[in-house]
Nanobody, 124 residues
Framework: QVQLVESGGGLVQAGDSLRLTCAAS????????RAWFRRAPGKEREFVAF????????DYADSVKGRFTISRDLAKNTVDLQMNSLQPEDTAVYYC?????????????????WGQGTQVTVSS
């Protein structure tokens, strides 16, 4: 069984930075593409960032381009999300997803494994 565990969330002020980490345990999925999604209060889960199995290809939601950076450490089997210039609208529970099973990387339905999420709250 695969487990994804997110960490690094917290309460920060607008303009601050946070770094989220997604660690995988259980059956090895080190070659799996990963992504970050988020769900704000009262909203649907939305795509944030994607990184390919090799780490060479990345993709971002327009709302976070230039502020967020996704990266992975293949040796540690972790994926990080560096979030800079955080704004109150970034407040959400952030989820890590793994094993893309279809073409559309921004569709949450196409990921097989999910973490429990970590809360990010940005105050103005």
């Amino acid at each position: 069984q695969v487990q994804l565990v997110e960490s690094g969330g917290g309460l920060v002020q607008a303009g601050d930075s946070l770094r989220l980490t997604c660690a995988a345990s259980g059956r090895t999925i080190s070659n799996s593409a990963r992504a970050w999604f988020r769900r704000a209060p009262g909203k649907e889960r939305e795509f944030v960032a994607f990184i390919s199995d090799s780490g060479i290809s990345t993709d971002y939601a327009d709302s976070v381009k230039g502020r967020f950076t996704i990266s992975r450490d293949l040796a540690k089997n972790t994926v990080d999300l560096q979030m800079n210039s955080l704004q109150p609208e970034d407040t959400a529970v952030y989820y890590c997803a793994a094993e893309l099973r279809a073409r559309d990387r921004a569709d949450s339905a196409n990921y097989y494994y999910w973490g429990q999420g970590t809360q990010v709250t940005v105050s103005s």
